[in-house]
């Protein structure tokens, strides 16, 4: 019924910047929270940034400062812009929708995008 799509990563290097995007698209009433998190290999993914319906927004501590959030409700998409990347930024990174659908009933559902490596060379 949704889908999400994520834009490339890709290979910077460390205090470089990149921007990550995710669309959805689909039967779309309106979305609320989006998301991204990160994984590394062998490690749970983790939430690095969080924009409410409210535009309000949280970061991990690991990013504050560097990464931002934002959203464009008219497209459906969120954008993670990534400054002052270091190697430890390095992992696979997920968006994550909370979407309302509408089916004769409004019911949220979470959806995940397909994942994109984002690598920061020393």
């Known amino acids: 019924q949704v889908q999400l799509v994520e834009s490339e990563g890709g290979l910077v290097q460390a205090g470089g910047s990149l921007r990550l995007s995710c669309a959805a698209s689909?039967?779309?009433?309106?979305?609320?929270?989006m998301e991204w998190y990160r994984q590394v290999p062998g490690n749970q993914r983790e939430l690095v940034a969080r924009?409410?319906?409210?535009?309000?927004?949280n970061y991990a501590d690991s990013v504050k400062g560097r990464f931002t959030i934002s959203r464009d409700i008219a497209k459906n998409t969120v954008y993670l812009q990534m400054n002052s990347l270091k190697p430890e930024d390095t992992a696979v990174y997920y968006c994550?929708?909370?979407?309302?659908?509408?089916?004769?009933?409004?019911?949220?559902?979470?959806?995940w995008g397909q994942g994109t490596q984002v690598t920061v060379s020393s």
């Open positions: 994550k929708q909370l979407v309302v659908v509408n089916t004769g009933r409004l019911l949220e559902y979470q959806y």
């Open positions: 689909g039967n779309i009433f309106k979305i609320n929270a």
């Open positions: 924009i409410s319906g409210g535009d309000s927004t």
